[in-house]
């Protein structure tokens, strides 16, 4: 599908709900794909991306970054410790903001390098055992605690369990949003950024419908 045909689906989604497209950021995934892919995209003037490692993202964006700018780079997937700053160097948001230590961590980089990326907590709204996030019981309190760490807490993020209704899990996360005054919603993927627009998505992470299947080698 096609970038425009994405941002023709954000467009009708917001409008349907009330809302602005323009309150909708798409981050287009763009972690296993061919840097060709990333490319033409790129080609295309979007600037808006998702990486799901440190690792693949320090390999691809310093490059891109030569020759492209304004690049926001958001960081989707899960954070180890000993990762966080060059997270901060390369990234402008991390979604995944996840764990006590984390945040003590970032806290005192953010203090080290002068700079912080802006800050999502990860909910995991299905409180599945495998699953990265904090548990909703905890995640009021976990803001607070980041929020007393003067962290950039700009709103939640989760990944619905596969064999759910999204609907109910963005629905939980917006009320924990709500309740926290955070305004920032990451939710929806290539199958639901519509339902996640309707419930609220400030930010869609949106990889297969735009690039087209991740091939893994
Ligand atoms: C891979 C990934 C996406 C994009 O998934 P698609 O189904 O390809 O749109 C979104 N969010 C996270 C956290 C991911 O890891």
Not at 1 to 26: F, P
Not at 170 to 191: Q, V
């Amino acid at each position: 599908m096609s970038l425009s045909d994405i941002h023709a689906r954000i467009a009708q989604s917001a409008s349907r709900a009330g809302r602005e497209a323009q309150d909708v950021a798409l981050i287009a995934v763009s972690k296993v794909q061919p840097n060709a892919r990333t490319e033409s995209v790129l080609k295309e003037g979007h600037r808006v991306f998702g990486e799901n490692t440190v690792q693949e993202a320090a390999g691809k964006w310093p490059q891109f970054r030569e020759t492209y700018n304004h690049i926001d780079l958001h960081l989707i997937g899960p954070l180890q410790t000993n990762k966080a700053r060059q997270a901060m160097q390369l990234a402008q948001a991390i979604h995944t903001l996840d764990r006590p230590k984390l945040a003590k961590t970032i806290a005192r980089l953010a203090q080290e390098l002068g700079q912080c990326p802006d800050l999502f907590v990860q909910v995991n709204t299905g409180e599945e055992p495998q699953k990265a996030g904090v548990l909703p019981r905890d995640a009021d309190a976990f803001i607070a605690d980041a929020r007393a760490l003067d962290l950039p807490i700009k709103g939640l993020m989760c990944i619905p369990p596969v064999s759910e209704e999204p609907a109910l899990h963005f629905a939980l996360l917006a009320k924990i949003a709500e309740r926290n005054d955070l305004k920032g919603l990451s939710m929806g993927m290539s199958s639901d950024f519509e339902t996640a627009i309707a419930l609220g998505a400030t930010h869609v992470r949106v990889g297969s419908a735009i690039f087209g299947d991740r091939v893994y080698e």
